[in-house]
C-alpha cells in the first residue's frame, strides 16, 4: 500500500478506511464502530452498501474538531 502524505492530498479526494486509519493512526474497527453507533468519527459517504468513503476535507475538518490548544 502507498503511504498517503495529508500535505498531497486533494481536499475532494475520496479515501478508503484504510486510508484513514492509516493516516490518522486510529485503527479501522474504530471508525466501523462510529459508523454502526451513528456517533463520532468523521462524515462518510456510501455510494454502495458494501463501499464506504472518506472525503479528505472532511476528515481533516473532523481531525481539526478535535484539536486542543490548552490542558486546561
Do not use: C
Not at 454502495?48 to 484539536?67: E, H
Amino acid at each position: 500500500m502507498t503511504t498517503l502524505i495529508p500535505a498531497q492530498l486533494h481536499p475532494e479526494q475520496h479515501l478508503t478506511t484504510e486510508q484513514v486509519s492509516e493516516i490518522t493512526g486510529i485503527a479501522k474497527p474504530t471508525f466501523e464502530g462510529w459508523r454502526s453507533r451513528k456517533n463520532g468519527g468523521p462524515k462518510f459517504t456510501k455510494p454502495s452498501p458494501q463501499i464506504i468513503r472518506y472525503k479528505w476535507a472532511d476528515v481533516k475538518a473532523w481531525l481539526d474538531a478535535g484539536t486542543v490548544t490548552s490542558a486546561a
